[in-house]
């Protein structure tokens, strides 16, 4: 045994900004998607969906569609293999509409055919004789005793009820503010259109390629609706093309494999955007009454608050989301006395679920509005406000749980407020002003205004709930020498899993060659690309691993009489070595009917501040720049991170100024990228980012999560410098340009105390 | 099929024909018939620059081009870009500034800057961001693809 010469240094190790390994392929368009994914002579898949919001299926007439050339398979309710229905935290959605419709956009049939035209055609052959209901698309009355049920008439069409008291909830203040609220319905939009390709096997199972956040959940789902044991379906990722939580339900999965597994063929699904629109959960929309109170020298003294989130037709996500907006429902701040009151319930809208910060998104809109509104109330400067309120390491949130580990909230607030300002607007030139290319103005009725904001937010999954992620790592040696080959199935959903496995193995192992393989279910689960989740488990259980191989290594060059440290691992290689582990963290406690517990692993802290200019005249916004300090606890690949959060600020930015599902009786009027507005290069402006690496012990070399922070604080930070350049009230998102310039607002038109149940709501005159 | 029509075009320097409807679109020649799956489909509306191509030399949006009507025309698509094993300025700026992570608009992007450095080598800021305006990205926030875009003016691509 040779020492080795002194070790080439590693290139793309923790801490430095690599590029991305998936990145060249992805340029050059070689990157296959969902929607890439052929096979000779496979079938292609089309769905019809419901028409009503709410409606009895009286009679189904296939047999036009049936008959039409080049169709292969017609299925509705009636063909199913199983009763069984899917959801993501509760099954109460049927794989196709069975004797009722609950939502337009609803399945009712699937098709498969030669060709995607053939398809189409049949599906609209398809007859299909309803007999519409009563319908429920107003949240707050869908709550009342004479609302239409969708469910279990028991339940009323409450999905999820949660109700935190903390302290003393009837605390009296000396300044007190109100506010009531809303978030309109925001559509995750991931540009990459829900597709999948499903190959049937010759043991009467089924492999689907599928562009999804959780390959096993999905499994979990598929498999009893099809009739099979979860061994004979196989699951592998397909490239995925963005996801904000879109992709953590179950759209087309079950629909494509029943295609395939009816036809004997390989049939490939692959909606087109109105279809998407309709396929996928979107954000809650939210209606919140708010109450605010504190001591003449700024200290919180009570928050009382009644948070209504509209879960749709099926419940999906509803439970964590009605839990989250609760628990962060008073935001990061040391709040004495809180009685918090979060319900989520079923309308006939369509089904709403994850996306990016769900829950704390929607009250960090609120509760910001209101520390503003109290900032001024008590003549006191609203960042100071809001530092002097900030939750310190153990203190308790309103749950009564502390936050132990890192809790840089004041840090994130004053590093944030202490960015750079951009120089005041010195051009009247209309390219530079609200309205752009629009020419709309040259600058007189501008106003510039800042605004501030700070949210907060758990990390990995809650409320004991069994998080784990699973890894293997197998290091080799080859013709090149040493190379390390890391196996998980967590998705790579844009986010940069890939790169932080990559990182942490190269990392650890010292060898400068890592593959990580395609995520599949021959693999135990990794959980979801969900929860800004993924750095903390999967690269928690990929540094575990890599520390059990580290330890054969070490017997291995010890018995050489040499330490690791000293050898060209690949000498240690004659047989590769591989160890899997699953990967835990600590355990939270159930939810109990008061969540007064230690339900969350983690927080995470970010704050914005936010400088617009705004044309009074037209009610236009143009955003100038976003100042962000994150508390991300350690930045495995910093420019990655840098494009979380400013990918993150964009869809906050979108939520505050642009992006809305319009629904009209239950219908998405707007189901298109011409009428659902995305930011684009002209929207979005520079970011100025300050990372704060308060490493958290528990976390991979510190590391929390970034992901979803970015999108919590940027919205009312932007609505916060809208109201200071207009002093208009602006209490919904997205703002639009009437409600700038004739102070337009949306009251829900129910009156509700803050902290009551809603169920109490009474119409206001 | 009796809506069935033959198409020739020039697709990246090669003659090739393809049978479509009348209807389709370009993409979906290119994509479904000619299995070049590098030009993408995310609007289907000509919104969001996915599958921006050059047609004798314009910068469009395949999925608004009648399949028909690319008849006899020279259609360069991202494949095109690369030279074998030598990424494409542009393609190397993307990779190195971090401008990519789901990789979804990133084809577009690729030839719509492309399509700018040949035009304007070196677009101010502004020019930049009005140019690629008819590109959306959902991931990065446009920060690092601004970054690109610039680093590839810089090494003097499109001079």
């Not at chain 1, 700024?298 to 628990?327: H, P």
């Not at chain 1, 991979?700 to 940027?714: L, N, Q, R, W």
Request: hydrophobic share 40%.
């Amino acid at each position: 045994m040779t020492l080795a010469p002194t070790k080439p240094r590693l290139r793309g190790v923790v801490g430095e900004s690599a590029p991305r390994v998936d990145a060249p392929p992805k340029v050059r368009g070689e990157f296959l998607y969902g929607s890439d994914l052929s096979r000779e002579g496979m079938l292609y898949g089309a769905t019809l969906r419901s028409p009503h919001a709410h409606a009895r299926i009286v009679a189904v007439d296939v047999s036009a569609a049936r008959g039409m050339p080049g169709v292969r398979a017609v299925i509705t309710s009636d063909d199913l293999p199983t009763r069984e229905k899917f959801g993501l935290m509760r099954s109460d959605q049927p794989v196709l509409a069975t004797g009722v419709v609950r939502y337009v956009g609803e399945a009712v049939a699937i098709v498969a055919a030669d060709d995607p035209e053939q398809a189409r055609l049949a599906t609209r052959a398809i007859q299909i004789q309803y007999e519409p209901l009563p319908s429920v698309t107003d949240v707050v009355g869908a709550l009342q005793p004479d609302a239409p049920t969708l469910h279990d008439p028991k339940d009323g069409n409450v999905i999820e009820d949660v109700r935190v008291v903390h302290g003393d909830p009837d605390a009296k203040a000396d300044v007190v503010v109100e506010g009531e609220y809303e978030v309109a319905m925001q559509d995750q939009a991931a540009l990459g259109p829900e597709a999948g390709l499903a190959i049937p096997g010759q043991d009467g199972g089924v492999t689907l390629y599928i562009a999804t956040q959780w390959l096993h959940e999905d499994l979990r789902q598929i498999a009893p609706c099809l009739g099979l044991p979860e061994e004979k379906v196989r699951l592998v990722l397909a490239g995925v093309g963005g996801a904000f939580g879109a992709r953590e339900d179950v759209t087309l999965q079950i629909h494509v494999c029943l295609l395939a597994l009816a036809t004997k063929r390989a049939v490939r699904m692959t909606y087109g955007r109105e279809e998407s629109f309709y396929g996928h959960v979107h954000r809650h929309p939210a209606r919140m009454w708010y109450q605010h109170g504190a001591t003449r020298n700024g200290e919180l003294v009570f928050v009382r608050a009644t948070i209504v989130l509209d879960g749709g037709a099926y419940a999906s996500s509803t439970f964590a989301v009605v839990a989250n907006a609760a628990c962060f429902g008073a935001g990061p701040y040391r709040v004495p006395n809180a009685l918090i009151h979060a319900v989520g319930a079923y309308t006939n809208n369509p089904p709403t679920g994850a996306m990016r910060g769900f829950g704390a998104v929607q009250s960090c809109f609120a509760y910001e509005a209101q520390m503003d509104k109290l900032a001024a109330a008590l003549g006191m400067d609203p960042i100071e406000l809001r530092a002097r309120n900030a939750l310190e390491n153990g203190d308790r949130i309103v749950t009564n749980q502390p936050v132990e580990g890192s809790a840089p909230v004041a840090e994130v607030i004053n590093r944030c407020a202490a960015l750079p300002l951009p120089p005041p607007r010195s051009s009247n030139d209309p390219l530079e002003l609200p309205g752009g290319t629009g020419n709309l103005t040259r600058g007189e009725g501008v106003r510039r205004g800042v605004g501030f904001a700070v949210g907060m937010k758990n990390v990995c999954y809650s409320h004991e709930f069994d998080d784990f992620s699973t890894a293997r790592v197998r290091v080799e040696r080859d013709g090149e020498g040493g190379v390390v080959r890391v196996h998980t199935a967590a998705s790579e959903v844009g986010q940069g899993i890939v790169l932080v496995c990559e990182q942490i193995a190269r990392t650890e192992l010292g060898v400068q060659r890592v593959i990580v393989e395609t995520p599949d279910t021959t693999i135990g689960s990794a959980g979801s690309s969900s929860a800004s989740r993924q750095t903390w488990m999967t690269g928690g259980a990929v540094l575990a691993a890599c520390r059990e191989v580290k330890v054969e290594l070490a017997n291995r060059a010890g018995q050489r009489g040499l330490r690791i440290d000293q050898v060209d691992i690949a000498q240690l290689l004659d047989t590769p070595v591989e160890r899997l582990v699953t990967h835990r963290h600590r355990p939270t406690e159930k939810r109990n009917d008061t969540t007064q517990n230690d339900g969350h692993v983690a927080f995470l802290f970010a704050a914005h501040r936010a400088v617009v200019d705004v044309d009074v005249d037209t009610g236009l916004v143009k955003v100038v720049q976003i100042a962000t300090a994150q508390d991300v606890g350690k930045a495995i690949n910093p420019l990655a991170v840098i494009g979380q959060l400013e990918g993150g600020i964009a869809q906050g930015l979108g939520l505050a100024v642009m992006e809305e599902v319009q629904l009209k009786d239950g219908a998405v009027r707007n189901a298109s990228f011409t009428d659902y507005l995305l930011p684009t290069m002209l929207d979005m402006p520079p970011v100025v980012c300050d990372l704060i690496e308060f490493p958290h012990p528990d976390g991979p070399y510190g590391a929390k999560g970034v992901g979803e922070p970015p999108t919590i604080s940027s919205t009312p930070a932007i609505v916060a410098a809208i109201r200071g350049a207009t002093g208009r009230a602006l209490e919904r998102v997205p703002v639009r340009p009437d409600d700038i310039v004739f102070g337009a607002s949306s009251r829900s038109g129910w009156h509700v105390v803050p902290g009551d149940d809603p169920r109490q709501a009474t119409r206001t005159a | 099929m009796v809506d069935r029509v033959r198409v020739k075009l020039q697709v990246n320097g090669g003659e090739r024909e393809a049978e479509v409807r009348e209807h389709e679109s370009l993409l979906t020649v290119l994509r479904e018939r000619l299995g070049l799956w590098g030009s993408k489909n995310a609007c289907d509306q000509g919104e969001c620059g996915s599958c921006s191509v050059l047609m004798d030399g314009q910068l469009v949006c395949a999925c608004l081009v009648l399949a028909g009507s690319a008849e006899g025309r020279d259609v360069r698509t991202v494949e095109d870009l690369a030279d074998g094993e030598h990424m494409h300025p542009v393609q190397r700026a993307f990779v190195e500034a971090g401008a990519v992570q789901c990789g979804f608009c990133t084809p577009g992007f690729i030839v719509a800057t492309a399509a700018l450095l040949r035009d304007n080598p070196e677009p101010t800021d502004p020019e930049i961001r009005e140019a690629l305006s008819g590109n959306i990205c959902r991931c990065t926030g446009y920060g690092k693809i601004l970054e690109a875009v610039r680093r590839s003016a810089t090494k003097g691509y499109g001079a």
